[in-house]
Nanobody, 110 residues
């Protein structure tokens, strides 16, 4: 089970740190990722991190978002800085190919 947390309401330019904790399983061998889904839009990749720590970001997030992982805590993080209103969405974590968390809502006000 993946439990995402850390979302909330923030003003433009602010920061949030999302967490996704896996329970009952280790994430150490899994590709972990964050996706976003804005209202009326498809879910899209924000960032992913390999088991060895190699990261990939969607172009629009480069330089503002940082994905990291703590395998000992079975947790993946998404540090989001300089947030913009267009970042408003529900953010989902994904483990491997099939396992999704329930999402956490991020709202950025202008």
């Amino acid at each position: 089970q993946l439990q995402a947390s850390g979302g909330g309401l923030v003003q433009a330019g602010g920061s949030l740190r999302l967490s996704c904790a896996a329970s009952g399983t280790s994430i150490s061998r899994a590709m972990m990722a964050w996706y976003q889904q804005a209202p009326g839009k498809q879910r899209e990749l924000v960032a992913r991190i390999s088991p060895t720590g190699v990261t990939h970001y969607a172009d629009s997030r480069k330089g503002r978002f940082t994905i990291s992982r703590d395998n000992a805590k079975s947790t993946v993080y998404l540090q989001m800085n300089n947030l913009k209103p267009e970042d408003t969405a529900r953010y989902y974590c994904k483990m491997g190919l099939h396992y999704w968390g329930q999402g956490t809502l991020v709202t950025v006000s202008s």
